[in-house]
């Protein structure tokens, strides 16, 4: 049998598969007809020996050589070539009229006649409303109501580009800000809804060398452009810094912080880095099933007469041959400039070159083109959508907060009944720190969708933050209850849990469990975020447990040392003990006074302390340790610190006691109550929930100094990012 040509592909296949699969049972037919026939003949097929008319067997004789030729006849049709079927399928594609990627019934119903008549006359409809939809250059751009049949066209003035990015981002992206207690990191997308192959990839920020902490006010939620996790491939990578003020765990961050942390390490089948929250749930089926009933229309009047062009171009993007794509997509663009289909698939193959190649260049190139592709002329509505989606996605990656914010503004502005995307403009003023105007979209999207879950989370997020606990729960608890795509999050489960149990409401650990059940958390106690897979895990340690037992001795053997620079420079008048500021006190007076933070050295604070820190300096455990700090802590009489969690298990925290009242401190950590001695070092692992008292008459003073986790390995200490 022979075997059809490999580019036979539409109707030609199925022509050729069925002609081939037929033609050995014809052949048998065939062949056992003739000999019958002819034996038949031989031996008086005519019983009365007259000659007569043409016989049932010669009939059937002549039918199947007729038969045969037909089928061989079909064989050659596809093996030469001889009908061009892919040009009758692009001629059909051009017909393609619902944009589906595909020609099917609906499609036809164009060619009948009756359809053409209703779509000249929306073309006719929307041309006068292009007159009065689109203003001046300047001015605001009116709500276009008609979307999936419309087309928009963006004002030149929006957003300039990547300059614009970059002139917009060099404030927003000049410095690392410490987390506060109530630091609210974005995942990789602030646009859950957009899925493509892409959105897992991370780049790293714009300016990775500008990494000085900064302390913010205590009501930001969300952090600026570096205090997400972008990853760039050829410089340092650099993580968020975080507001190391809690007692026995003075930098922890009560899990609120949530990022999606990829480490350049040799994969390990247990030491791995675990992104806190990539299993996030989205939707349910049902909401699947009702996405996929409407088909997003991307191509105008004028991609329809090119969609077989633009689906080829598609196919070699889709089968990851991304150069070839690319280079088809600009030739396209290069012949129709007009095309905002091909603009957009440009923009596309830019995106998935950038993931390729790990490049934030080229990134930049795809964020222009998709803008590009958004204000071309007759641009279909949902293509919009897409383009600027995506545009305000990938300028989150690069830490253009700033402009990305602008695009979610014009993404508002265009599409007002969208709440997704009001949802989403609220995350960019959370990203920038302006928590007021989130809170009114929030207010905004819950006064017409009043069941919106994912503005009940946020909304309860922000009211948390303010300090506003019993309002918070309400609508933490009910946007998680939801279920809506976006709130099956750690941070809101640990947010949720933290009010419950500042107001007393013994339900908490009921969500910390569920939170636990989920993935979000390691265990009811552990519930860090930035977490190692398969370390190991455990509330308190012994020196000998960890290994690190010579920085152990070298801390109880010279703790006078220690205590009496840190007693020289506890004067207040010189600001260098600075108070806790992370909202983690419930009552109380507690203030640090830090030599080493994210494993960088303060020098000018060791300059109040130059033989601690030269102590120090032999151990790189420690003073290496990235995901940590090296500080004093004192507490007065009367302070109650919540019980709270660290940022990551990637550490473990020493406490050597300095001065400590005889009665009135202890520490919690999971469920056992331990208290300091004077020159003693206790250690314990400050990812689980920890909780301190001083109800002593006198101050209390400690020395607190973090390390790695003993059982990560000298690559991941080098390649975690800081904390």
């Known amino acids: 049998m022979m075997a059809p040509r490999k580019n036979a592909k539409g109707g030609g296949g199925g022509n050729s598969s069925s002609s081939s699969s037929s033609s050995p049972s014809s052949c048998t037919s065939g062949g056992s007809s003739s000999p019958g026939a002819r034996r038949e003949t031989k031996h008086g097929g005519q019983k009365n020996g007259k000659k007569g008319g043409l016989s049932g067997s010669s009939f059937f004789t002549w039918f199947m050589v007729i038969a045969l030729l037909g089928v061989w006849t079909s064989v050659a049709v596809v093996w030469f070539d001889l009908v061009d079927y892919e040009e009758v399928l692009g001629k059909l594609g051009i017909y393609d009229a619902d944009g589906d990627g595909d020609f099917d019934v609906d499609d036809a119903k164009v ?31 009116q709500q276009e109501q008609d979307a999936p049949a419309g087309e928009l066209q963006l004002e030149d003035a929006l957003l300039t580009g990547r300059d614009e990015d970059e002139r917009i981002e060099s404030m927003g992206t000049e410095a690392i800000h410490e987390e506060t207690e109530d630091s609210y990191h974005v995942e990789e997308t602030a646009s859950p809804a957009y899925n493509q192959d892409t959105e897992d990839m991370m780049y790293e920020q714009e300016n990775p060398e500008s990494s000085e902490p900064v302390v913010e006010d205590d009501g930001r939620i969300y952090q600026e452009a570096d205090d997400v996790t972008y990853q760039d491939y050829d410089e340092q990578v650099y993580e968020p810094a975080e507001n190391e003020g809690t007692e026995s765990s003075d930098n922890a961050v009560d ?125 279909p509505a949902d293509l919009v959508k897409l383009s600027l989606k995506r545009r305000s996605d990938r300028q989150q990656f690069l830490g253009h907060m700033r402009g990305s914010l602008l695009t979610l503004q014009k993404l508002v502005q265009l599409f007002p009944d969208d709440t997704s995307l009001k949802n989403d403009l609220g995350v960019g003023y959370l990203l920038i720190g302006d928590n007021d105007n989130a809170k009114k979209v929030y207010e905004a999207v819950l006064n017409v969708t009043p069941n919106d879950g994912f503005a009940k989370v946020h909304y309860g997020f ?58 979000h958390f390691a265990s009811v106690w552990q519930r860090s975020l930035y977490n190692v897979r398969g370390l190991r895990a455990q509330p308190w340690w012994t020196p000998k447990e960890t290994g690190y037992t010579e920085l152990v001795k070298s801390l109880e053997r010279n703790w006078k040392l220690i205590r009496d620079e840190g007693l020289a420079v506890m004067d207040r008048t010189q600001g260098l003990f600075l108070p806790e500021d992370e909202n983690l006190r419930e009552k109380g007076d507690w203030s640090q006074f830090t030599l080493w933070q994210q494993g960088r050295k303060n020098e000018n604070a060791c300059k109040g302390a130059p033989k601690t820190c030269s102590l120090l300096d032999k151990f790189p455990e420690t003073t290496g340790c990235r995901r940590g700090q090296i500080k004093y802590s004192v507490m007065h009489p009367g302070t109650h610190v919540w019980p709270h969690t660290g940022p990551t298990n990637c550490r473990l925290r020493m406490h050597l006691g300095l001065v400590i009242p005889k009665e009135g401190c202890k520490i919690r950590c999971a469920n056992e109550t331990k208290t300091w001695e004077e020159g003693k070092v206790l250690i314990f692992d400050d990812s689980f929930e920890h909780e301190v008292w001083q109800d002593a008459k006198s101050f209390r003073l400690i020395f607190i100094v973090d390390v790695w986790h003993p059982e990560l390995t000298p690559q991941q200490r080098l390649s975690l990012p800081a904390i």
Not at 111 to 138: A, F, R
Not at 489 to 516: I, P, S, T
């Open 462 to 519: 922000i009211l948390k933050a303010q300090n506003k606990i019993a309002e918070s729960i309400p609508y933490l608890k009910e946007g998680i209850e939801s279920g809506h795509p976006g709130t099956d999050d750690g941070r809101f489960y640990f947010h949720l849990g933290d009010a419950m149990q500042r107001v007393g409401n013994k339900e908490a650990y009921k969500w910390y469990e569920l939170g636990h059940q989920r993935g």
């Open 255 to 379: 899990d609120s912080h949530t990022i999606l942390e990829e480490v350049h390490v040799p994969p390990a089948e247990e030491q791995q880095e675990v992104p806190p929250e990539t299993k996030r749930k989205t939707d349910d089926p049902e909401k699947k099933e009702k996405v996929k009933k409407k088909k997003p229309k991307l191509l105008n009047k004028f991609d329809k007469t090119i969609k077989a062009e633009l689906d080829a171009a598609e196919k070699l993007r889709k089968r990851g041959k991304i150069e070839e794509a690319l280079n088809a997509f600009e030739e396209l663009v290069r012949r129709y400039p007009q095309s905002p289909g091909a603009r957009y698939g440009k923009a596309q193959c830019e995106d998935d070159l950038a993931e390729k190649r790990r490049s934030n260049e080229i990134l930049r190139r795809a964020i222009q083109t998709y803008q590009e592709a958004a204000s071309l002329p007759d641009v």
């Open 111 to 141: 060619l009948l006649g009756p359809q053409n008549i209703e779509d000249e006359l929306q073309d006719q409809i929307q041309s006068l409303l292009d007159e009065t939809v689109y203003p001046e250059h300047g001015e605001d751009l």
